[in-house]
T-cell receptor, first 109, second 111 residues
Framework: KQEVTQIPAALSVPEGENLVLNCSFT??????LQWFRQDPGKGLTSLLL?????REQTSGRLNASLDKSSGRSTLYIAASQPGDSATYLC????????FGAGTTVTVRA | DVKVTQSSRYLVKRTGEKVFLECVQD?????MFWYRQDPGLGLRLIYF???????EKGDIPEGYSVSREKKERFSLILESASTNQTSMYLC??????????FGPGTRLTVL
């Protein structure tokens, strides 16, 4: 059974600082890995999807890397803003999605 | 834009009631999913479906059933609601193994 772990569980940074969010998974036989954002009381919004054959994906200030062999992915958010405050979820797709518990980020103005 | 809608944002039911949660997607996606989300436990997969009239159990199917009579609609059924089914329920759809698109969620309270 796929186990997905996200560290840290919570993070608070001043505005402008870079964010580094970590995700690890136990079974490397995956189709892809996704990073989602969730605002309080809302559904999930997909941020980045990395296929198993890729090493990284970028979208604006977001960059996600994937090291399948070591079972790790990292989400980098450059120059954080208060609007980046949310919970970030990592999900591994090995025919169904397995989610981590998330990292709750607070960016202080 | 992909749109996934859920029938209710908030729902309050009594123990023992039969509860229907409806999910509709407008992008002709093959796959549809039902999750529940609880603090400290993250999202857990209840049931999913790869095609009409097809369903597969996820990680926590006990106490739930599903129905997919049409491609765009996936229903989650609580046959006899219990207080431990109080949770946020999230529906998602996807084309094959591509990204999943989530609905806004239904916060269900069972009294």
């Amino acid at each position: 059974k796929q186990e997905v772990t996200q560290i840290p569980a919570a993070l608070s940074v001043p505005e402008g600082e870079n964010l580094v969010l970590n995700c690890s998974f136990t079974d490397s036989a995956i189709y892809n890995l996704q990073w989602f954002r969730q605002d309080p009381g809302k559904g999930l919004t997909s941020l980045l999807l990395i296929q198993s054959s890729q090493r990284e994906q970028t979208s604006g200030r977001l960059n996600a890397s994937l090291d399948k062999s070591s079972g790790r992915s990292t989400l980098y958010i450059a120059a954080s803003q208060p609007g980046d405050s949310a919970t970030y979820l990592c999900a591994v797709n090995d025919y169904k999605l397995s989610f981590g518990a998330g990292t709750t980020v607070t960016v202080r103005a | 834009d992909v749109k996934v809608t859920q029938s209710s944002r908030y729902l309050v039911k009594r123990t023992g009631e039969k509860v229907f949660l409806e999910c509709v997607q407008d992008m002709d996606h093959e796959n549809m999913f039902w999750y529940r989300q609880d603090p400290g436990l993250g999202l857990r997969l209840i049931y999913f479906s790869y095609d009409v009239k097809m369903k597969e159990k996820g990680d926590i199917p006990e106490g739930y059933s599903v129905s997919r009579e049409k491609k765009e609609r996936f229903s989650l059924i609580l046959e006899s609601a219990s207080t431990n089914q109080t949770s946020m329920y999230l529906c998602a759809s996807s084309p094959r193994t591509d990204t999943q698109y989530f609905g806004p969620g239904t916060r269900l309270t069972v009294l």
